[in-house]
């Protein structure tokens, strides 16, 4: 059973930065493709960053462009990197996971099979 325990949300300035971290219960990390998702309050849950096994895809929503960084580690841990937060990027945070042989569409929610519970990021103006 995989499970993925993300870590790291807090309330924070517009303005600051906070950095996510998604811990996955896995055997062999290198085969997961990874991303992070998040839903506002009255949102639909949106593609925010993936990351493919390797690391050498890293697709990222046009609002957090030049914002978010992801990385990854080749033991078990995801990271996202938020910059120059402001309250539109207040969100519950989802990490999801896929392990598919082939790549995973990154941006797209139902081709993930494991999510974790989310970490709320709260950003006052």
């Known amino acids: 059973q995989v499970q993925l325990v993300e870590s790291g949300g807090g309330l924070v300035q517009a303005g600051d930065s906070l950095t996510l971290s998604c811990t996955a219960s896995?055997?062999?990390?290198?085969?997961?493709?990874m991303a992070w998702f998040r839903q506002g309050p009255g949102k639909e849950r949106e593609f925010v960053a993936g990351?493919?096994?390797?690391?050498?895809?890293t697709p990222f929503a046009d609002p957090v462009k030049g914002r978010f960084g992801i990385s990854r580690d080749y033991k078990n841990t995801v990271y996202l990197e938020m910059h120059n937060l402001n309250a539109e990027d207040t969100a519950t945070y989802y990490c999801?996971?896929?392990?598919?042989?082939?790549?995973?569409?990154?941006?797209?929610?139902?081709?993930?099979?494991?999510w974790g519970q989310g970490t709320q990021v709260t950003v006052s103006s």
């Open positions: 990351i493919s096994k390797n690391g050498g895809i």
């Open positions: 999801a996971a896929d392990d598919r042989p082939v790549p995973t569409p990154l941006r797209v929610a139902s081709e993930y099979a494991y």
């Open positions: 896995v055997r062999t990390f290198t085969i997961y493709d």
